[in-house]
């Protein structure tokens, strides 16, 4: 039975089957209390975190969110059952950790990791045609760097120990929420910050986010789900096989949200989302360049780190400060706009990750 899901997660149908359960699960996330059209948003997520445990004191954002918790457990159980948890690291950990910084910079400019751009679309919002397409922008720009002999260089074997260390910082942000839950009407419970309104305070129950996301996170370590990565094979090798998971994401999370009454069509006025295109693009230029020179989208990286991946690790860790660095300094977008200084940290960051790619680039 264990050899036949192996070999069934490896074909263009189980790839399907993993979209499409994604696709089902989030918009019912949504139903079940998560923000509208952000049932999953890996990037948005991190950011409510790294509020809930003081980073920023963006006050609508703060909360430990149980998916990203369940997304590297599920890793976790899924690599260890078929014995792929392979400890590693070395592979230039301080670029993916800057790069970590600038995909969250980017995504929080436009309001959404790949995952929630798709999911956006799916729920009508108009304003994620400029995400998406300055998502697949980014990722163009980072296959020219790849074919030009880009690389971080190789990983090495490196103690179990090492492997564990994201996992057991999910487990203790678990242990944080049980031991310090939030109390009715009240912004902080022992050490944890908590929404009182906006996006952070919508969620679904915690054992029921827990439970859909460790079954996500197992699922996508089977079958290397990633979005970054669908788009990037693509474009490279014309490969649609992780492209028809995300085809399938879209098409699922479409039906799923209209038998939900939850598709809304739209530019204006969309939950959590502004209408300035070209910082909309603009910004997940950025998210995508990065994702592709440090190797996955969010996701991918959060399944990576569940299965040993210390480099990958460095980058989730990454995000967490980028979110932090977003709200501190007035980078972050509202749906009243970008930040005041979004527009010059998108900037900076295509110039850092130009930088990047130019200068790591092996010669023949």
């Known amino acids: ?154 990983s090495q074997p490196t103690y179990a120990s090492v492997g564990w260390i994201i996992p057991l910082i999910m487990l203790g942000l678990l242990c944080l929420v049980i031991v310090f839950p939030q109390t009715p009407g009240q912004d902080k419970s022992g050490i944890l910050f908590y929404s009182m309104k906006g996006p952070g305070s919508m969620h679904a129950p915690l054992l029921v986010s827990l439970s859909f996301s460790i079954f996500i996170g197992f699922l996508a370590q089977r079958s290397r789900f990633c979005t970054m990565g669908a788009i990037r094979d693509f474009l490279l090798f014309k490969q649609t096989h992780l492209l028809s998971g995300v085809l399938a994401l879209a098409i699922f999370s479409f039906i799923t949200n209209l038998i939900l009454g939850q598709f809304n069509p739209g530019f204006e006025k969309q939950p959590i989302a502004h209408s300035m295109q070209l910082w909309n693009f603009g910004g997940m230029v950025l998210a995508g360049l990065a994702f592709t020179l440090a190797g996955g989208c969010p996701g991918r990286q959060l399944f990576l780190a569940g299965e040993g991946d210390a480099d990958a690790g460095v980058f989730v860790l990454g995000m967490i400060v980028g979110a932090a660095i977003s709200h501190n300094f007035s980078l972050a977008s509202s749906p009243d706009g970008i930040g005041q200084y979004g527009a010059h940290a998108v900037i900076i960051g295509l110039m850092v990750c130009l930088f990047v790619g130019f200068t790591m680039r092996k010669k023949s």
């Not at 963006?58 to 792929?84: C, D, H, M, N, T």
């Not at 790069?99 to 994620?128: E, H, K, Q, S, Y």
Request: net charge positive; glycine share 14%; hydrophobic share 50%.
């Open 1 to 154: 039975m264990q050899k036949k899901l192996f070999t069934f997660f490896a074909t263009r149908l189980g790839i399907v089957t993993v979209g499409a359960i994604i696709g089902v699960l989030a918009p019912l996330l949504q139903k079940l209390g998560n923000p509208p059209n952000m049932g999953v948003c890996v990037a948005c997520f991190q950011r409510d975190i790294a509020g809930a445990i003081g980073l920023h004191r963006f006050q609508l954002a703060q909360y430990i969110r149980p998916e990203i918790i369940g997304f590297v457990f599920g890793s976790l159980i899924a690599a260890y059952s078929y014995k792929e948890f392979r400890p590693r690291t070395g592979s230039a950990p301080i670029v993916r950790f800057i790069l970590g910084v600038f995909a969250m910079i980017g995504a929080l400019v436009f309001l959404g990791c790949p995952w929630r751009a798709f999911l956006r679309l799916t729920g009508g919002d108009g304003n994620a045609l400029f995400g998406i397409a300055g998502l697949i922008f980014g990722i163009w720009i980072g296959t020219l760097f790849l074919r030009a002999g880009y690389n971080l260089g190789r």
